[in-house]
């Protein structure tokens, strides 16, 4: 379905694993800030509404998207966690330096989740105009933020599943 159609942050509220006792590193880009700072309420919200307890949320700031994987790297490095989510927002504007930042983050986050086995959560807007990310940032489109908490919940949920031994995973047991 186009995204002109649809809420992209609508999600089955009964199926999202309960987040109470695990902990989640959230960083946040200062750039764009109105709109990365409404990704964050939307995040926080819905890790609260899943049980997550504010002392569990380590939240610090980057300057800007490129910086999001090593600001990853710090928050993973200094407590225990589940997942960290990242927030961001890259506006197209008239040369490729979004291309340069969306693909180093998104290639930084891939590679550390997997060499330290922690999921990392890209939660980082990419659109063509400053409305777009309105509309992706508690507008007409949803929030990612809501979206990025959801995927960590349930990141977090397949790492604790696993631990558990359980045989098959992911498909509602
Ligand atoms: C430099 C820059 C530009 C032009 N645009 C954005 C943007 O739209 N969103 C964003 O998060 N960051 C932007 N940056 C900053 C870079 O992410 C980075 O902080 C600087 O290049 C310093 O490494």
Redesign the pocket.
């Known amino acids: 379905m186009a995204s002109s159609l649809k809420n992209l942050s609508a999600y089955d509220d009964s199926n999202i694993p309960d987040g109470n006792g695990k902990a989640f590193g959230i960083v946040v ?1 200062e ?2 800030r109105d709109i990365t700072h409404a990704l964050y309420e939307g995040c926080v919200e819905t890790l609260e509404k899943h049980g997550v307890s504010t002392n569990d949320m380590h939240v610090i700031q980057v ?5 999001l994987p090593a600001g990853a790297k710090l928050v993973a490095g200094y407590h225990k966690l589940d997942a960290v989510i990242c927030l ?4 197209k ?1 008239e040369t490729k ?2 291309e340069y ?1 969306n693909q180093a983050v998104a290639t930084g986050l891939t590679n550390l989740g997997l060499a330290s086995g922690i999921p990392m959560i890209f939660g980082v807007l990419t659109p063509n105009t400053e409305e777009q990310a309105r509309d992706r940032a508690g507008g007409k489109h949803g929030n990612k933020g809501v979206e990025a908490a959801v995927t960590a919940l349930r990141m977090a949920d397949l790492r604790k599943e696993l631990k558990q031994s359980k045989s098959s995973i992911g498909f509602g047991h």
Not at 88 to 91: A, E, K, R
């Open positions: 880009s750039w764009n300057p800007g998207s490129f910086e961001g927002c890259v506006i504007g330096h979004d930042i």
